[in-house]
């Protein structure tokens, strides 16, 4: 039992040691969004009725190299601003699914054949998973959404829910604190209690799945079921928006067939607990469920597809001295984060989880005593 727990502590450490700067930069960017959006032309890509949107989303996404917990506060940074649904899952599922870095190690690691193909469905599926996220998710904002577009740049909103209106003029300088005021002490908290519980499930699934439990179903002698398999488990951890795709490599030299590296380069990527009990929050249930069950689904179709039609004599890249040379190349394009920056970045996440829990049992106990209080 205490090694159990010390490795689901481990495990936490490690998501939150991994992803706090991504997701610090992006509670920074989100205040940004939410502050000048209307300021920018930006705003009437995300906003077009049309397929305009999605482009610009999938575009926008596809350079950005931002991990799955990341992604969260620009997700909903752009929903609080007006921009379509569609585009908002578009951007979310794109940005940690494809980028020039994972491309280029995909290419280096994988071979060319998989990453045409990888390439090609992380630009194809985003837009799916958008279209089909706003044609059947949820309609109506969630309370916590309601709350956080309540909240102003420059005054949050009352007990009551009102807000003061933004005034028409504001020095730039007053801006940018509003900026960060909105995306460390409205936005940082409220994710940051979601993210926390998704942070505490995932480190439980990553410390108590047996190692080689996916490794035994992933051959071709099952292929349903081990496209499925690494689906859902792809789906439930967190791992790097790069960091991923040398383990996919891993898992093709033990024999995986390869469209079981393209569900999990998907899945392992786009989804995890944290975000989605975040997203949910935000979004509503509905729209998280058609967003991950789309997800899963396209994905393990294009598994299926690659296994039996695409590539269904593939061979694991054997070069050592062509995969080297484009690991360098890749290798300079990863963001290389320092260990003080890192360390830094996963207390203040730390922080703001610690602040979301605490001001989630504040308002608990608020209302136990309002109810005390009550006559009857």
């Given at each position: 039992?205490t090694?159990?727990?010390i490795n689901i ?7 939150i ?7 610090v930069?992006?509670?920074l960017?989100?205040?940004l969004?939410h502050?000048?959006?209307?300021d920018?032309?930006?705003r009437?890509v995300?906003?077009h ?5 999605l482009?610009?989303?999938l575009g ?13 506060p620009l997700?909903?940074s752009f ?5 379509r649904?569609?585009?908002v899952m578009?951007f979310?599922a794109?940005?940690?699914i494809i ?14 054949e998989l990453?045409?193909?990888?390439v090609?469905?992380?630009?194809i599926a985003?837009?799916l ?5 706003e044609?059947?998710?949820s309609t109506?904002?969630t309370?916590v959404a309601?709350k956080?577009d309540?909240c102003?740049?420059t005054?949050?909103c009352?007990a009551?829910g009102?807000?003061e209106?933004?005034?028409v003029?504001v ?5 940018l604190w509003?900026?960060?005021r909105w995306?460390?002490?409205v ?8 993210i ?7 480190a439980?699934?990553?410390s108590?799945?047996?190692?080689d439990l ?8 099952a292929?349903?079921l081990?496209l499925?398999?690494v689906?859902?488990?792809?789906a439930?951890?967190?791992?790097c928006a790069?960091a991923?795709i040398?383990?996919?490599a891993?898992?093709l030299?033990?024999g995986a067939?390869?469209g079981?590296?393209i ?10 607990l944290p ?7 935000v979004l509503?249930t509905?729209?998280v ?9 396209v994905?393990l ?7 039996l039609?695409l590539l269904?004599g593939f061979?694991?890249?054997?070069d050592?001295l062509?995969?080297t ?7 300079r394009?990863i963001?290389?984060?320092?260990e003080?920056?890192s360390?830094?970045s996963?207390l203040?996440?730390?922080i703001l989880?610690?602040?979301?829990v605490?001001?989630w049992f504040g308002?608990r106990?608020?209302q136990?005593g309002g109810?005390?209080e009550?006559?009857?």
């Amino acid at each position: 039992m205490t090694e159990s727990l010390i490795n689901i502590g481990t495990s936490m450490a490690a998501i939150i040691l991994e992803s706090g700067f991504w997701i610090v930069l992006s509670l920074l960017i989100a205040g940004l969004v939410h502050e000048f959006l209307e300021d920018t032309g930006f705003r009437r890509v995300i906003q077009h009725p049309g397929r305009a949107s999605l482009f610009g989303a999938l575009g926008l996404g596809a350079v950005l190299p931002t991990c799955s917990c990341g992604v969260i506060p620009l997700a909903v940074s752009f929903y609080l601003g007006g921009a379509r649904l569609a585009a908002v899952m578009t951007f979310a599922a794109a940005t940690p699914i494809i980028n020039p870095a994972a491309v280029l190690l995909s290419y280096a690691l994988l071979g060319p054949e998989l990453t045409v193909v990888y390439v090609a469905f992380g630009l194809i599926a985003p837009l799916l998973v958008g279209l089909l996220t706003e044609r059947w998710s949820s309609t109506g904002m969630t309370p916590v959404a309601e709350k956080l577009d309540a909240c102003c740049s420059t005054t949050c909103c009352s007990a009551t829910g009102d807000a003061e209106a933004k005034p028409v003029s504001v020095p730039n300088n007053k801006r940018l604190w509003g900026a960060m005021r909105w995306g460390f002490g409205v936005l940082g908290p409220t994710l940051g209690l979601y993210i926390g519980v998704g942070v505490v499930l995932a480190a439980i699934v990553m410390s108590l799945v047996p190692q080689d439990l996916i490794s035994a179903y992933l051959g071709t002698s099952a292929p349903m079921l081990s496209l499925l398999l690494v689906a859902v488990f792809g789906a439930s951890i967190y791992v790097c928006a790069v960091a991923h795709i040398p383990l996919v490599a891993a898992l093709l030299a033990v024999g995986a067939a390869p469209g079981t590296a393209i569900v999990f380069l998907v899945t392992g990527a786009a989804t995890n607990l944290p975000e989605f009990i975040a997203l949910q929050k935000v979004l509503g249930t509905r729209t998280v469920l058609v967003y991950v069950s789309s997800l899963i689904g396209v994905s393990l179709l294009a598994g299926w597809l690659v296994n039996l039609w695409l590539l269904p004599g593939f061979e694991p890249v054997s070069d050592p001295l062509r995969t080297t040379e484009w690991f360098d190349i890749a290798d300079r394009l990863i963001p290389v984060i320092p260990e003080p920056v890192s360390v830094t970045s996963a207390l203040i996440v730390t922080i703001l989880i610690g602040w979301g829990v605490i001001r989630w049992f504040g308002q608990r106990l608020m209302q136990v005593g309002g109810r005390l209080e009550t006559p009857e």
